[in-house]
């Protein structure tokens, strides 16, 4: 398992935590995924051999966020 933990912009709300958190989590390969709003950080926890990291980046990008 690796962890790594996003910046992202433009998240402000509990829509936007669901949004994040339901289909970056529906991604075969990631165990967890935790957003903090007031950082605007969104930490995931998943299996490099299932899902990349880029497809989680562009899964939050497909929610209209931005990831840095």
Partial sequence: ME?????????????CVIAVEGSVGE???VE?????LKVGEVAVE???GTVTLDKIKETIDDQGYDVE
């Fill in 3 to 15: 962890k790594t933990i996003l910046k992202v912009q433009g998240m402000s709300c509990g829509h």
């Fill in 27 to 29: 991604l075969s390969g």
């Fill in 32 to 36: 967890r995924v935790l957003v903090d």
């Fill in 46 to 48: 998943y299996n490099p």
